[in-house]
């Protein structure tokens, strides 16, 4: 690390804030106490800025209704570690400045999405943290929102979203139809264009059942040419197929279908492990489209694929720059060079489970040598999700009664420098 003599430090601490004037209104199953019998009632009754603190049934019971939210409001349980179930979709109606939020919710079966576009003006937020949906899509694939998609547990599901970011979450799937353009977390174009950077970071993705010759799967989807973006840390494990393949589909961890065309700012692909034992045509990491002004940085990843010479680790494009260093695999790249620090014949294993790397792969301690990559432990970046500052370590388990889930902060301070840290949290 450059000395520094002296720090000024700015540290931003961003909560979820409503009006002062805001009210707390009460769900419970008897509606007694003041309280209202059902969600639907007391989002009807409720002002923008107010909080609806749901009871969770005895049991487990579900409310079962359908939900639209049309005001800025933040919808929690009343029992701390508790979730408030239930079985429907959530539909947002989007206005310029909405904010809400959803927490502590499990949904047995039912989808979150939108109405449509949320007017130009300033965004409409979205936060849905510490939820788990057992079977349902986050779909806020549209423009002018902001959408936080935090520490959540999402089975038979995925997330889209256009602005925004997704950390810490464990999703998993085990059909095609329950992904949004077939990838467990896409990122689409937004119709405002920003020098903002879209967080992928620590989240487990898990295809649960063999995909064979007629399914598409990606675990990361980037097709956004409106923002930069920062994928970190995120562990992708694919299972096997014995099925006949067919060329026209493949397996890919990330798929980059777009970049935005500027040359302002830089994207990263750093730290993520990619696992698969599919037999043919599986990519870690593959660039369908990239833009002319666009640098793409790929740092410390992990793949380990079936050693199949369909198969490729990277897979390059002609277009913009693509930096590729420090990336440790079983397979060779395809239309892209060495620059000679990659590792193509690694021994690297892992346990499945957890992405931990085995004892005695080349991995540990294998990635980008400059202390700004450092591991927590302030030894030499290990390749995969468990390296550098943003280690799977830090999002799971999920604990505490209130938690700061993400925090940026610069990687080098020169001497007489700025310290500028943002750090984001929720209250459980």
């Known amino acids: 690390m450059k000395n ?38 007391a989002l009807a009754a409720a002002n923008d800025g107010d909080r609806i603190i749901i009871q969770p049934k005895a049991g487990g019971v579900p409310y079962t209704e359908n939900l ?118 896409y990122l689409n174009t937004d119709g405002v264009a920003t020098n903002d950077t879209l967080y992928v970071v620590g989240n487990r993705i898990n295809y649960l059942t063999d995909f064979c010759c007629y399914d598409n799967i990606r675990g990361i ?19 096997s197929t014995s099925y006949t393949y067919n060329s026209s589909y493949y397996f890919a961890g990330i798929l980059i279908n777009s970049a935005k065309n500027s040359s302002i700012g830089q994207n990263f692909i750093v730290n993520n492990t990619v696992y698969s034992t599919a037999t043919y045509y599986t990519y870690g990491i593959t660039f369908n489209g990239h833009a002319s002004n666009a640098t793409t940085n790929v ?45 193509l014949t690694s021994n690297t294993t892992i346990n499945t489970s957890t992405g931990q790397m085995n004892v005695g792969s080349d991995g540990i301690n294998g990635g980008y040598p400059d202390p700004v990559y450092y591991d927590l432990n302030l030894t030499v970046n290990d390749v995969g999700v468990y390296g550098g500052s943003y280690s799977l370590d830090n999002f799971y388990p999920v604990t505490g009664s209130a938690r700061v889930y993400f925090v940026r902060a610069p990687r080098t301070v020169l001497q007489s420098g700025t310290l500028n840290i943002r750090a984001e949290s929720f209250d459980r």
């Open 4 to 41: 520094v003599v002296s720090i000024i430090s700015t540290f931003i601490l961003s909560f979820i804030v409503f009006s002062v004037n805001a009210v707390d209104l009460c769900v419970n199953e008897s509606g007694s106490g003041g309280c209202y019998s059902s969600i639907t009632a």
């Open 68 to 185: 639209t939210i049309n005001k800025s409001v933040q919808l929690l349980s009343n029992a701390e570690g508790t979730f408030w179930v239930m079985q429907g979709n959530i539909t947002i109606t989007p206005a310029v400045g909405r904010k809400i939020s959803i927490l502590h919710m499990r949904n047995i079966v039912g989808d979150i999405t939108a109405s449509g576009n949320s007017p130009a003006g300033t965004r409409c937020e979205v936060n849905i943290m510490n939820c788990r949906m057992d079977d349902g899509n986050i779909n806020l694939d549209y423009n002018n929102f902001n959408v936080n998609v935090v520490s959540n547990q999402i089975n038979d599901g995925s997330v889209a979203l256009r602005y925004g970011q997704v950390i810490g979450n464990e999703i998993k799937a085990d059909a095609t139809s329950d992904l949004q353009s077939s990838a467990f977390i």
């Open 299 to 343: 740092l410390n990843n992990l793949i380990l694929l079936n050693n199949n010479s369909n198969n490729s680790s990277i897979v390059g494009t002609s277009s913009g720059i693509i930096a590729a260093s420090y990336n440790y695999s079983n397979r060779p790249f395809s239309n892209l060079s060495n620059n000679g620090t990659n590792n």
């Open 221 to 239: 989807t980037l097709n956004s040419s409106s923002q930069f973006f920062y994928v970190s840390n995120n562990l992708i494990i694919a299972p």
